[in-house]
Antibody, heavy 121, light 107 residues
Framework: QVQLVESGGGVVRPGRSLRLSCAAS????????MHWVRQAPGKGLEWLAVIAYDGSYIFYADSVKGRFTISRDNSKNTVYLQMSNLRGEDAALYYCARRGSDAYNPYFDHWGQGTLVTVSS | SSELTQDPAVSVALGQTVRITCQGD??????ASWYQQKPGQAPILVIYGQNHRPSGIPDRFSGSNSGTTASLTIAGTQAEDEADYYC??????????FGAGTKVTVL
């Protein structure tokens, strides 16, 4: 069965960096586009970034563009989110999600359980 | 601010039908997808495309689209359907965007 397991969250000071990982299993990872989505405490879902199955395209939400970098290693079945210059508003539960098969009408057919990032001095 | 607009909350009597809407200009071009999220859990996909349900999603969940509005309908609402529901589609730049979510309370 499809599994996505995020890791790397923790407590970090403002202005510092953190790298999140999402380990995938149960499917052919190299064939799927992957996303990162976050949810601040008590708030809604916010889409952050997408990376194509082969890394050929990458897009970011304006809120993280220039600070966050999405990447993947298909040999390790893992997608990453490098976060730099973290701010208080970046505190959230970070999910990775797999894109469904329709490239034009987006949907996320599997989600991980999330990894929590706390930004505090 | 989100380019997809959802009502913050809706309530429904047990066994009745509830419709949750999502409005946005991009919905003229793209279908919305819908996600259910219960407290402390990750979201799960309930509807995608024109009106498709992933395996395991009960057939009381259905989706529809008209102009700039996408709708999620739960017919014969059950107590376990109480949750937050989010729509998702593309925004004006082609990136992905979520609505702010609708809290469904089952009375």
């Amino acid at each position: 069965q499809v599994q996505l397991v995020e890791s790397g969250g923790g407590v970090v000071r403002p202005g510092r960096s953190l790298r999140l990982s999402c380990a995938a299993s149960g499917f052919t990872f190299s064939g799927y586009t992957m996303h990162w989505v976050r949810q601040a405490p008590g708030k809604g879902l916010e889409w952050l970034a997408v990376i194509a199955y082969d890394g050929s395209y990458i897009f970011y939400a304006d809120s993280v563009k220039g600070r966050f970098t999405i990447s993947r290693d298909n040999s390790k079945n893992t997608v990453y989110l490098q976060m730099s210059n973290l701010r208080g508003e970046d505190a959230a539960l970070y999910y990775c999600a797999r894109r469904g098969s329709d490239a034009y009408n987006p949907y996320f057919d599997h989600w991980g359980q999330g990894t929590l990032v706390t930004v505090s001095s | 601010s989100s380019e997809l607009t959802q009502d913050p909350a809706v309530s429904v009597a047990l066994g009745q039908t509830v419709r949750i809407t999502c409005q946005g200009d991009s919905l003229r071009v793209y279908y919305a997808s819908w996600y259910q999220q219960k407290p402390g859990q990750a979201p799960i996909l309930v509807i995608y495309g024109q009106n498709h349900r992933p395996s395991g999603i009960p057939d009381r969940f259905s989706g529809s689209n008209s102009g700039t509005t996408a709708s999620l309908t739960i017919a014969g609402t059950q107590a376990e359907d109480e949750a937050d529901y989010y729509c998702n589609s593309r925004d004006s730049s082609g990136n992905h965007v979520f609505g702010a979510g609708t809290k469904v309370t089952v009375l």
